[in-house]
């Protein structure tokens, strides 16, 4: 090294230096992977998705196209990441048990709610879900800019006009560095009809909101519990955090033998089924749980049907409480609305999101 050089190095402070670049790597990760935009509810590497897939002739009512054929377009021209998180984050999107409205139309294995892993890509087929076709709208129109992708060959929208609430709709989960998203989904019609009140009525407060909007909606459905806990569900909306709580939806038949069964057919959101089953019949084991006689699955295409078969001294109702106090039959899910609003994360409330979502729209 010359001398010339070596006048090139500046001395630094380790500590700012490590300071600053961990808040650029910060800001890297919760910018541009893990938090969704309020403005149209979607992560980076899934708005490259539904555009890659759009642009790409993969749209509703077209035929199905190869999975792998899609993730090597949007890998390959926006998404420079690697085939499994591209493919995993599609595969998701088509998952009815992950959104409340999937936003990708999936023909073959994509998984289940038991935990059972997707087919490799090169199995399953996909084309965007006619929802999906609702964000992009328009985009033809010169209605939201474009940015060149990663090596500049390609453009790609900076976000999608959406003429839907997304956020709201189907929610977000992700973990970034040193702060998360934990968003719930909500039902359509709600959410539109509140987004009307607000455009007829831009000073309506929460309150009037939630008279609208009763709740989250689970794609898995089960009970939301309003009533005592309205209160913390008022709090989480205002606040932007706070927290739900969800039981498995019941029903008690005879059986053919006539003994009671309990028969479970929807559960809180994310709660894997298997795991459940499992997880009663080693209470059962442990004689933790008694008067249980029989623990089958009779889930099908037509749904979820798991089978608790009482013996003849079991009391359902004493059953199914100990069932809710030891298992994930109820479950809490905590909320925590954070998003990305002009390009900085920031927590925010039902009105709030909604308010932003229109003042996208009115831009578009």
């Known amino acids: 090294m010359s001398m010339e050089e070596t006048t090139q190095i500046r001395p630094i402070d380790l500590e700012q230096e490590m300071r600053t670049s961990y808040l650029d790597y910060a800001m890297s990760v919760i910018v541009a992977r893990a938090l969704p935009d309020v403005r149209d509810g979607l992560k980076p590497v899934q708005r ?11 749209r509703s009512g077209t035929a199905y196209r190869k999975s792998a054929g899609i993730v090597g377009d949007v890998m390959g021209r926006y998404h420079p990441h690697g085939d499994s998180p591209v493919y995993e984050a599609m595969v998701r999107l088509a998952q009815d048990f992950s959104m409340r409205y999937p936003l990708v139309d999936g ?56 003429r839907l609430p997304n956020l709201l709709l189907n929610g977000s989960s992700g973990i970034a560095v040193g702060m998360a998203t934990n968003i719930p ?19 309506a407060t929460l309150d009037d909101i939630l008279e609208i909007v009763k709740g989250p909606d689970f794609p898995t459905a089960g009970i939301a519990l309003v009533g005592k806990e309205r209160e913390q569900i008022r709090h989480a909306y205002g606040e932007g955090h706070g927290r739900v709580t969800v039981h498995a939806r019941t029903a008690v038949e005879e059986g053919n033998r006539g003994r009671t069964q309990l028969i479970i057919t929807e559960l809180p959101y994310q709660v894997n089924k298997s795991t459940l089953i499992e997880k009663i019949a080693n209470l059962v084991r442990d004689k933790k749980i008694e008067g249980i006689a029989d623990l089958r699955d009779e889930s099908d295409r037509n749904g979820m049907r798991v089978v608790i078969e009482l013996k003849r001294e079991g009391s359902a109702q004493q059953i199914k409480n100990l069932l809710y106090k030891h298992t994930a039959m109820r479950s809490t899910f905590a909320i925590n609305m954070m998003a990305i609003v002009d390009g900085a994360p920031r927590r925010v409330g039902l009105k709030r999101a909604l308010d932003l979502f229109l003042d996208h729209r009115r831009e578009v």
């Open 48 to 58: 490259r998705i539904v555009w890659g897939m759009f642009d790409g002739g993969a």
């Open 107 to 162: 023909q073959g294995n994509f998984g289940s709610v038991d935990g059972d892993p997707a087919a490799a890509m090169r199995y399953t087929e996909a084309r965007l879900a006619p929802i999906a076709e609702e964000l992009v709208a328009d985009i033809d129109q010169n209605t939201v800019d474009f940015e060149p992708n990663y090596d500049g060959r390609y453009e790609q929208p900076e976000i999608l006009p959406s």
């Open 185 to 203: 989904p909500h039902n359509l019609e709600e959410i539109v009809d509140a987004a009307v009140l607000l455009i007829e009525n831009p000073q």
